[in-house]
Nanobody
Framework: QVQLVESGGGLVQAGGSLRLSCVVSGIFYSINAMGWYRQAPGKQRELVAGITSGGNTNYVDSVKGRFTISRDNARNTVYLQMNNLKPEDTAVYYC??????????????WGQGTQVTVSS
């Protein structure tokens, strides 16, 4: 059974920084793309940043230059470094991973979410 466990959320003042981590555990063949999504109250979930197995990254325009996604393949972990946080970054952040099972199927998995609150 595959599990994604996030950590690192919390309350921070505008201009501050947080680092989110997401560890993938369980039995599987490999991890393909990984990403961080967020959902603010009353809004749809949106992709914040993604990273391929080869390390290529993409970001939503609103976080470019402030957030950095990275991954440690040896630790099955993806990170999101968030700098210069703004109140509009307040949301529940979810980790996502596209994982290849031992049978060769690609399945999508989600973490439970971690709250990020930025005060003005």
């Amino acid at each position: 059974q595959v599990q994604l466990v996030e950590s690192g959320g919390g309350l921070v003042q505008a201009g501050g920084s947080l680092r989110l981590s997401c560890v993938v555990s369980g039995i599987f063949y490999s991890i393909n793309a990984m990403g961080w999504y967020r959902q603010a109250p009353g809004k749809q979930r949106e992709l914040v940043a993604g990273i391929t197995s080869g390390g290529n990254t993409n970001y939503v325009d609103s976080v470019k230059g402030r957030f950095t996604i990275s991954r440690d393949n040896a630790r099955n972990t993806v990170y999101l470094q968030m700098n210069n946080l703004k109140p509009e970054d307040t949301a529940v952040y979810y980790c996502n991973a596209d994982i290849r099972t031992l049978r060769g199927y690609d399945n999508d998995y989600w973490g439970q979410g971690t709250q990020v609150t930025v005060s003005s």
